[in-house]
């Protein structure tokens, strides 16, 4: 049989605050084991929370940007469960009352537009980590606790991707939204943006979900592909026996790329989720809201837009260029010095990419800052450099980090637009190659091109191309 | 009754707690006679009104995003049963 596959989507994402969510503790990451804790974070009797209010702000901004209604009053509840990671015996969570309903986000797939639902977005802590340590004589379990308490953003989308590629392309707009929102610092690896999927299959033409697996342990986006996948593929197998799908929390193996049961979890989803009685419920002004939309960035998608209406670049383009704030930023910095948008967006996507990729540094630290390119472009601008020169000076700005007037100086780069000299280089040219320029004169202009590389490569790639070409025709043909 | 002794067994093992049958016996009978206590609160007309989150009528307590000092490695765990190097210790968990 075919199947339909219907995928819905938790992301969990872990706000920036220096804070915690309920207590003055810091959310660093990679500090030494429970160092990061407090009697609030450690759930110690009696330790009483306080909200951070950024984390408040943070979710207005994320609703906001994800299409979503502000709820007014938000109240949060406890979520009981036992787990050695978890202090209290319960997460402080929202249940009924999350702080963001109702949105959406819409995806392109194969040029089409896709909207997919957003169904809440709520708040909560984060639980501490469990690990495996590598201590002698230590097979017990162990816990640290820095991270219990950090401040995160579950974002539950409807169960409206109908394929891995559009799951793929909602995680990423989710993941630039956020990073361009600068709540969350998106980083799969370190679990600042962590995945969980909801996969079942139903029969094509069908309009009645399959019973779900929950996928969990995630942590990047070609895993996360991977494992729907292998999801679809199991369960397809199964149905196809006759069998049933259960309803179970699977864990992803990105060793083997397959998903196994985690029966141990499955017990008792009973969360008796109840408000918590220590912390008082939050109303969220109108003018609250209006603040918060005041602080909002130009979200990728209207940046694209403009990118293609007002600057005139083509879509290619402006989709590289906003894919990452910093250098939507970066490139915009560099088109305000030097306004033409095509020949930044070449550059910035060319060399500077390139540059950038080759020794693995991201653009808020490329040496070469916009300034120094726009000094560089305005140069290739007045013929002081040609466009060859250009990219050997970029080269050397990127390693030194010097200004692009000085290296040329320095090297003696200057194109020559000295038409005595251009001359002199020609005559010598078509002096040592008598046979083409006879075959040349005889009806072979193809043999143009060779000229002019002869010529460039004789001033060094410094001669002024647009004269060498004129003046080598009149040569040739007079 | 207003509740059976299966729920009592259900809601003692989420919580953890390991009844013998006799303390079964009692804590379903005082746990109906609470719930039959508490349904009174049905008489009572609650249209339009909004369920009652908190007792205290307050609301937005809020603590600026400012760094506090943690307690540190040592207090943390000086409760700790258990610890290995700067963890806690707990019986293994196996996924």
Same mark, same amino acid.
């Given at each position: 049989m ?5 995928? &819905? ?32 974070? @450690?759930g ?9 209010k ?42 009924d ?18 909207r997919?639902?957003?169904?809440? /977005? ?5 639980a501490?980590?469990?690990?495996h340590?590598?201590?002698? &004589? ?47 610092d ?7 943006f ?11 033409g069908?309009s009645?979900?399959?019973t ?10 070609k895993? /996360?592909?991977q494992?729907? %996948? ?9 149905l196809d026996? $006759? $069998?049933r ?13 397959t998903?196994?049961?985690m029966?141990?979890k ?10 918590d009685?220590d912390?008082?419920p ?9 603040e918060?939309? &005041?602080?909002?960035?130009?979200l ?8 293609m ?19 939507a ?12 948008? +095509?020949?930044?967006?070449n550059?910035?996507? $060319? ?7 080759d020794?693995?540094?991201s653009?808020s630290?490329c040496?070469?800052?916009?300034a @120094?390119?726009?000094? @560089?472009?305005?140069?290739? %601008? +007045? ?5 060859k020169?250009?990219?050997t ?5 990127? +390693? ?6 000085? /290296?040329?100086?320095e ?8 038409t ?9 040219v ?11 004169? $005889?009806?072979k202009?193809t ?5 002019? &590389? ?12 647009a004269?060498?070409?004129e ?8 | ?12 093992k989420?919580?953890?707690?390991d ?10 009978v ?55 190097e700067?963890f ?8």
């Open positions: 075919k199947y339909q596959v219907v995928i &819905g989507l938790e992301v969990h994402t872990q706000l920036t605050t220096n804070t915690k969510i309920f207590c003055g503790c810091s959310t660093r990451f990679g500090a030494e084991p429970n160092s990061q804790t407090c009697p609030v974070c @450690l110690f009797p009696g330790a009483l929370p306080v909200l951070n950024k984390v408040v702000e943070y979710a207005i901004r994320a609703g906001l940007a994800t299409n979503c209604s502000i709820t007014k009053r938000n109240v949060f509840a406890r979520k009981n469960y036992f787990y050695p990671d978890l202090p209290k015996g319960y997460q402080i969570s929202q249940f009352l999350p702080i963001c309903q109702h949105g959406h986000l819409d995806i392109d797939i194969e040029g089409e537009t896709r997919i639902g957003i169904t809440r /977005i709520h708040m909560e802590e984060d501490g980590k469990l690990v340590a590598d201590i002698p &004589g230590v097979d017990d379990s162990c816990v640290d606790l820095n991270r219990a308490c950090t401040p995160l953003l579950e974002i539950v989308s409807e169960p409206d991707m109908r394929s891995p590629d559009e799951a793929i392309a909602y995680l990423k707009k989710l993941h630039q939204i956020v990073m361009y929102l600068g709540i969350c998106g980083n799969l690896e370190e679990g600042s962590r995945c969980d999927a909801n996969v079942s299959l139903m029969p094509v069908s009645t979900f399959g779900r697996a929950e996928l969990k342990n995630i942590n990047s986006f895993f /996360i592909k494992a729907i %996948e292998y999801e679809m593929e199991r369960q397809a197998e199964i026996e $006759g $069998g799908i259960i309803q179970e929390t699977r864990l992803f193996d990105p060793n083997t790329g998903t196994r049961s029966r141990g499955e017990e008792a989803h009973d969360y008796r989720y109840f408000p009685p912390l008082v939050i109303i969220i002004s109108d003018e609250w809201i209006e918060a939309r &005041g602080t909002l960035p130009e990728p998608e209207a940046k694209r837009a403009r990118f209406t007002d600057l005139a670049l083509p879509e290619y383009d402006a989709e590289v260029l906003v894919a990452s704030r910093e250098l930023q970066y490139f915009e910095d560099t088109f305000t010095l030097f306004p033409q948008a +095509k020949t930044v967006s550059w910035v996507m $060319g060399e500077v990419t390139r540059a950038l990729n020794d693995g540094r653009i630290d040496p070469v800052t916009p @120094l390119l726009a000094d @560089l472009l305005k140069l290739m %601008e +007045k013929g002081t450099i040609s466009g020169i250009a990219k000076v970029f080269d050397e700005m990127y +390693k030194s980090g010097k200004a692009p007037e000085k /290296i040329v100086e090297k003696g780069l200057v194109q020559v637009s000295d005595g000299a251009i001359e002199a280089m020609i005559d010598e078509l002096e040592k190659n008598p046979g083409q320029v006879a075959e040349y004169r $005889g009806g202009e043999l143009f091109g060779f000229f002019v &590389g002869q010529v460039m490569r004789a001033s060094k790639g410094k001669a002024n191309p004269l060498v070409n003046m080598l025709l009149k040569k040739l043909n007079g | 009754m207003k509740i059976t002794r299966a729920e009592v067994e259900h809601v003692a989420l919580a953890r707690l009844l013998s049958d006799p303390e079964l016996d009692t804590l379903t005082q746990m109906d006679s609470i719930l039959t206590y508490v349904e009174k609160l049905n008489a009572l007309d609650t249209d339009g009104i909004v369920p009652t989150s908190h007792a205290v009528p307050m609301e937005n307590a809020f603590r600026p995003d400012e760094r506090k000092d943690s307690i540190g490695v040592e207090a943390a765990l000086a409760n700790a049963p258990q610890r290995a700067s806690f210790r707990v019986p293994k968990v196996i996924e």
